[in-house]
């Protein structure tokens, strides 16, 4: 191989890649490095900019049919019959089933909270409007679409209610007999809360609301099924192959063998798309009845009716603290709903104020009912923007009740150990303190503070500033995880993963490793992930911890390959293996640097054509907690007249480990603000309380996503790396989740200071805030 060619494959100049550790030794955190950390484009960047990148919703197989489904219009009502005799005659159909269909209605579990309530595919006890119905697999989508609506079904409409606390009224609707509530409420108490309130020199009590956000993914939720005698294969815009086998198998009655699941792309997900869905079943057993491949994907107004959200949130929090800054009591409680089934209503609500500041007397109560809506899911960080909401305009308003800085107030309640978890174990590293000093001065949060709170702003146009600071109660990963390597005799490399690359850069990320460890180019790295028949084991890609899951696996693999290839250079070199280094595709020895051997020259590399090394995710620390931490800072212009506002500008500083990829990583923090300004500004489900208890805006016009002109023309990243040594072998830690967490808190304090009025339910819509400028007119 030539110099040049060692130049196309390798990084040839530069420092050596890094020692080998001894074999069964954990390696140590890198030092320095050359390629981590660095901002490279996306190794699939030119297919999906360009659209040759083939998504699920893309994939066109010969013969294939298209599905549709008929859904309960109703929230609450009970299926009576179901006629389908003329849907089956109607022109381009090849398969109907429903709930009385033979062999196609199998069982259907929803689990949350340890509570299952199991039900069938196609329920006669329809809970919430959009609940499956019926199906029908035709040769075109308008076909299929006409023999649904030829579908004639008789229903019994039931009473329904809409509302979480409707719905504990004596005399509600109930939807299940035992009741409208999915467990007794969930209590967490530490020390003496009517104490802590005693010993405060000031109080405040409060209520707040978030409104319910539903889920909305570029590319809607479904697939693609077609069997080859018994087994089944599944093309699915899903964050996990593995978790749709296994949903979908269970519910088949299949081995997991007979079932492959294929996901190499995916548009969107922020946890709605984590588990198998009926949509996959349906379609499954749609081709299996028509005997051909069926592509079912969802309608966009579907998925506002049956793909997830995040819940609603009602809550109350009572605070105390000392005229120093102190938090002496915290005392919160909250009512939420995960809709018609367990769907964890109420999960994670109440973490941020049992962990995040140091308060020894904190007590919370959590209640989760049931309503007719369609069932929550997992939304990028469930729970915690609600409780952020709470707690992080709580600690504004004790703030100004002392006449402290409110970033002075969280610095003086930063916790160095998790409250929440039992024996009060360190965390691996805390960054608040630091997201909060840097974010801050990298802001200029004193002097804008300062300017805007002495400047005199005459007329109705009003300035502010606020901040926000949060935790993510996991995001450092953990096992299982396995991956493989192969370096190939020309020493191009082979990475075998099975996790999802849901948007995030995640096969960037694992090719930089590679890169980083063996010093191959990310463009000479094939990736194959994503696919149980070809690919490793691997848990959904959610959470914030794939790449702190997934990359010590890949480090891991990686050295595994280093390791064999030092060794058969040091037999040809002769030396010990110990006394090389790997570089530019060359292993010299460290002291002798002429003697050396090109990697594709290796004797026993063309022996055997491949270097295989499998690499395996260790666990984590005993008895260490490892949590991203962020505090985010924003300025807002407010139309006092209109209720309008305008963020001005956004910074978010992050401790989330490692910086893997800054350009990853900041399109992270973008994405992420982006989300939380949708739940603080336009975002809201909206049900017809009244009369019908129907969802009314089920599109993208009427449901307001942020776009462009709502965000601010700079989102500012400020990483903060703390060094983490023990959190993993390559010392990051999740992003996705914090960056969403405290941004709707953050803007409605700087509206606070920009005009007075404190908001306390989302969405801050103008109409909200012409209102809430109203009251407080007419109060004044």
Same mark, same amino acid.
């Given at each position: 191989?030539?110099?040049?060619?060692?130049?196309?494959?390798?990084?040839?100049?530069?420092?050596?890649?890094?020692?080998?550790?001894?074999?069964?030794?954990?390696?140590?955190?890198?030092?320095?490095?050359?390629?981590?950390?660095?901002?490279?484009?996306?190794?699939?960047?030119?297919?999906?900019?360009?659209?040759?990148?083939?998504?699920?919703?893309?994939?066109?197989?010969?013969?294939?049919?298209?599905?549709?489904?008929?859904?309960?219009?109703?929230?609450?009502?009970?299926?009576?019959?179901?006629?389908?005799?003329?849907?089956?005659?109607?022109?381009?159909?090849?398969?109907?089933?429903?709930?009385?269909?033979?062999?196609?209605?199998?069982?259907?579990?929803?689990?949350?909270?340890?509570?299952?309530?199991?039900?069938?595919?196609?329920?006669?006890?329809?809970?919430?409007?959009?609940?499956?119905?019926?199906?029908?697999?035709?040769?075109?989508?308008?076909?299929?679409?006409?023999?649904?609506?030829?579908?004639?079904?008789?229903?019994?409409?039931?009473?329904?209610?809409?509302?979480?606390?409707?719905?504990?009224?004596?005399?509600?609707?109930?939807?299940?007999?035992?009741?409208?509530?999915?467990?007794?409420?969930?209590?967490?108490?530490?020390?003496?809360?009517?104490?802590?309130?005693?010993?405060?020199?000031?109080?405040?009590?409060?209520?707040?609301?978030?409104?319910?956000?539903?889920?909305?993914?570029?590319?809607?939720?479904?697939?693609?099924?077609?069997?080859?005698?018994?087994?089944?294969?599944?093309?699915?815009?899903?964050?996990?192959?593995?978790?749709?086998?296994?949903?979908?198998?269970?519910?088949?009655?299949?081995?997991?063998?007979?079932?492959?699941?294929?996901?190499?792309?995916?548009?969107?997900?922020?946890?709605?798309?984590?588990?198998?869905?009926?949509?996959?079943?349906?379609?499954?057993?749609?081709?299996?009845?028509?005997?051909?491949?069926?592509?079912?994907?969802?309608?966009?107004?579907?998925?506002?009716?049956?793909?997830?959200?995040?819940?609603?949130?009602?809550?109350?929090?009572?605070?105390?603290?000392?005229?120093?800054?102190?938090?002496?009591?915290?005392?919160?409680?909250?009512?939420?709903?995960?809709?018609?089934?367990?769907?964890?209503?109420?999960?994670?609500?109440?973490?941020?104020?049992?962990?995040?500041?140091?308060?020894?007397?904190?007590?919370?109560?959590?209640?989760?009912?049931?309503?007719?809506?369609?069932?929550?899911?997992?939304?990028?960080?469930?729970?915690?923007?609600?409780?952020?909401?709470?707690?992080?305009?709580?600690?504004?308003?004790?703030?100004?009740?002392?006449?402290?800085?409110?970033?002075?107030?969280?610095?003086?309640?930063?916790?160095?150990?998790?409250?929440?978890?039992?024996?009060?174990?360190?965390?691996?590293?805390?960054?608040?303190?630091?997201?909060?000093?840097?974010?801050?001065?990298?802001?200029?949060?004193?002097?804008?503070?300062?300017?805007?709170?002495?400047?005199?702003?005459?007329?109705?146009?009003?300035?502010?500033?606020?901040?926000?600071?949060?935790?993510?109660?996991?995001?450092?990963?953990?096992?299982?995880?396995?991956?493989?390597?192969?370096?190939?005799?020309?020493?191009?490399?082979?990475?075998?993963?099975?996790?999802?690359?849901?948007?995030?850069?995640?096969?960037?990320?694992?090719?930089?490793?590679?890169?980083?460890?063996?010093?191959?180019?990310?463009?000479?790295?094939?990736?194959?992930?994503?696919?149980?028949?070809?690919?490793?084991?691997?848990?959904?890609?959610?959470?914030?911890?794939?790449?702190?899951?997934?990359?010590?696996?890949?480090?891991?693999?990686?050295?595994?390959?280093?390791?064999?290839?030092?060794?058969?250079?040091?037999?040809?070199?002769?030396?010990?293996?110990?006394?090389?280094?790997?570089?530019?595709?060359?292993?010299?020895?460290?002291?002798?640097?002429?003697?050396?051997?090109?990697?594709?020259?290796?004797?026993?590399?063309?022996?055997?054509?491949?270097?295989?090394?499998?690499?395996?995710?260790?666990?984590?620390?005993?008895?260490?907690?490892?949590?991203?931490?962020?505090?985010?800072?924003?300025?807002?212009?407010?139309?006092?007249?209109?209720?309008?506002?305008?963020?001005? @500008?956004? !910074?978010?500083? =992050?401790?989330? %480990?490692?910086?893997? +990829? &800054?350009?990853?990583? #900041?399109?992270? *923090?973008?994405?992420?603000?982006?989300?939380?300004?949708?739940?603080?500004?336009?975002?809201? @489900?909206? !049900?017809?309380? =009244?009369?019908? %208890?129907?969802?009314? +805006? &089920?599109?993208?016009? #009427?449901?307001? *996503?942020?776009?462009?002109?709502?965000?601010?023309?700079?989102?500012?990243?400020?990483?903060?790396?703390?060094?983490?040594?023990?959190?993993?072998?390559?010392?990051?830690?999740?992003?996705?989740?914090?960056?969403?967490?405290?941004?709707?808190?953050?803007?409605?304090?700087?509206?606070?200071?920009?005009?007075?009025?404190?908001?306390?339910?989302?969405?801050?819509?103008?109409?909200?805030?012409?209102?809430?400028?109203?009251?407080?007119?007419?109060?004044?």
């Amino acid at each position: 191989m030539a110099n040049e060619d060692l130049d196309q494959i390798y990084y040839v100049h530069g420092t050596p890649v890094p020692e080998t550790p001894d074999a069964g030794q954990p390696p140590k955190p890198w030092t320095e490095t050359r390629v981590i950390g660095k901002p490279l484009p996306r190794v699939d960047a030119y297919e999906r900019v360009s659209g040759t990148a083939v998504y699920p919703s893309d994939l066109v197989l010969a013969n294939m049919l298209h599905g549709a489904v008929l859904r309960c219009p109703h929230p609450h009502a009970r299926v009576k019959s179901v006629d389908i005799g003329k849907a089956k005659g109607m022109p381009g159909v090849h398969a109907v089933i429903s709930g009385f269909s033979p062999n196609a209605n199998p069982q259907w579990a929803y689990s949350s909270s340890g509570v299952t309530v199991t039900t069938q595919l196609f329920d006669t006890n329809c809970r919430f409007e959009g609940q499956p119905v019926a199906a029908v697999a035709a040769e075109t989508p308008y076909q299929a679409w006409d023999a649904v609506r030829a579908i004639e079904v008789r229903y019994e409409v039931l009473p329904h209610v809409a509302d979480a606390r409707k719905a504990l009224d004596p005399g509600a609707p109930l939807i299940y007999e035992q009741g409208n509530r999915v467990t007794e409420p969930q209590r967490y108490q530490r020390g003496d809360v009517e104490a802590g309130f005693a010993a405060a020199d000031r109080v405040l009590e409060m209520s707040f609301d978030t409104a319910c956000e539903l889920h909305t993914p570029m590319e809607t939720h479904g697939c693609v099924a077609n069997w080859d005698g018994g087994r089944l294969t599944i093309w699915e815009s899903t964050q996990g192959v593995y978790s749709v086998q296994s949903g979908v198998a269970k519910a088949l009655g299949l081995p997991l063998s007979k079932v492959r699941v294929i996901g190499n792309y995916m548009g969107g997900g922020f946890g709605s798309k984590l588990r198998a869905d009926t949509y996959a079943v349906i379609a499954a057993i749609l081709a299996r009845t028509a005997a051909r491949p069926v592509k079912l994907f969802l309608t966009r107004e579907e998925t506002y009716l049956a793909a997830g959200n995040r819940p609603p949130s009602h809550m109350k929090l009572k605070a105390g603290v000392k005229k120093d800054g102190s938090l002496t009591a915290l005392d919160f409680s909250c009512v939420g709903t995960g809709g018609a089934y367990p769907a964890g209503g109420t999960s994670l609500v109440d973490w941020l104020i049992r962990d995040l500041y140091s308060c020894p007397n904190v007590r919370t109560e959590t209640l989760d009912v049931y309503i007719n809506a369609g069932p929550a899911r997992p939304m990028r960080a469930p729970g915690h923007p609600q409780g952020a909401w709470a707690l992080e305009q709580m600690l504004d308003a004790l703030a100004e009740a002392i006449n402290m800085d409110p970033l002075d107030l969280r610095l003086k309640n930063i916790p160095t150990v998790s409250q929440a978890r039992e024996g009060n174990p360190p965390y691996t590293t805390t960054g608040l303190r630091e997201c909060l000093v840097e974010g801050a001065k990298a802001f200029g949060w004193k002097e804008a503070r300062e300017r805007l709170t002495k400047e005199k702003q005459p007329g109705y146009i009003r300035r502010g500033v606020g901040l926000a600071s949060c935790l993510w109660f996991v995001g450092g990963g953990g096992p299982p995880s396995t991956i493989v390597i192969k370096l190939f005799s020309d020493g191009s490399v082979n990475l075998n993963m099975g996790a999802s690359d849901i948007g995030t850069g995640t096969k960037t990320v694992m090719a930089m490793v590679v890169s980083e460890e063996l010093g191959v180019k990310a463009e000479h790295i094939q990736i194959e992930h994503a696919d149980t028949g070809t690919t490793q084991f691997a848990t959904p890609s959610g959470g914030s911890k794939t790449v702190p899951t997934e990359a010590p696996a890949v480090r891991a693999a990686a050295i595994e390959v280093k390791r064999q290839l030092l060794q058969m250079a040091s037999t040809e070199l002769k030396a010990d293996p110990a006394s090389l280094d790997l570089q530019g595709g060359e292993i010299k020895v460290r002291e002798d640097a002429s003697r050396r051997v090109r990697i594709a020259d290796l004797a026993e590399l063309k022996k055997r054509g491949v270097v295989v090394g499998v690499g395996y995710r260790g666990p984590n620390p005993d008895k260490r907690v490892i949590n991203p931490f962020a505090a985010q800072f924003c300025e807002v212009e407010v139309n006092t007249r209109t209720g309008e506002t305008r963020i001005v @500008r956004f !910074l978010s500083a =992050n401790e989330s %480990g490692r910086v893997m +990829n &800054r350009l990853t990583y #900041d399109s992270q *923090v973008i994405g992420g603000v982006t989300m939380g300004i949708g739940f603080a500004m336009t975002e809201e @489900r909206v !049900l017809d309380q =009244n009369r019908t %208890g129907k969802l009314v +805006n &089920r599109n993208w016009h #009427d449901y307001k *996503v942020p776009t462009a002109m709502d965000v601010p023309a700079e989102i500012i990243s400020v990483p903060i790396d703390p060094h983490d040594t023990e959190a993993n072998t390559t010392g990051a830690k999740g992003l996705g989740e914090p960056v969403t967490i405290p941004t709707a808190a953050a803007i409605a304090n700087a509206i606070q200071h920009a005009t007075g009025v404190r908001i306390t339910a989302t969405p801050m819509t103008p109409v909200r805030l012409c209102a809430a400028f109203a009251a407080r007119k007419q109060e004044g």
